[in-house]
């Protein structure tokens, strides 16, 4: 079936520790994020901020994450701080949080895959089944 598929990229600044970890990953320090979501779909939908069925899905809605940390991002956050319960700070649960907050603001059929990479040598895939 033909499909599309949207690629967005974007960075965040944060601080972070790993817990627990022996080594300088467990002390604060910060990394310049750099995240790119992948959407997939072969049906076109609205948006919350276009009534027309003419996207897979608004970028603007797979960006959410490169906001300031007062708008509901995590911009110049400490991620120890604002990551819920459960999760941990390593690449790998920041992909998967951002997946599964990114994954309620899209329509139920878009397939979604995010990378994290906290250094330009090492990234993180998440993606859903
Ligand atoms: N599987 C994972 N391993 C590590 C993670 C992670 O999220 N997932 N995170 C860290 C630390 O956050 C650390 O800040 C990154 O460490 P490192 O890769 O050593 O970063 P460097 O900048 O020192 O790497 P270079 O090789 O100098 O580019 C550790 N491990
Ligand atoms: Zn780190």
Redesign the pocket.
Known sequence: MPKWKLVTEFTFDSA???KD?D???GRM?G?TYKVRVEATSSKLHPSQYCPHPIMVADFRSLRWAKQDMTKGGLDHSVLNEVLPEGYE??????AQYIYEETKKRVPDDVRLKVV?S?????W?EYEGD
Request: charged share 10%; proline share 5%.
């Open positions: 972070h520790f790993i970890y080594g300088s990953c320090h990394h700070t390593t690449a790998e649960m920041i994290v906290e250094t330009p040598n090492s993180v």
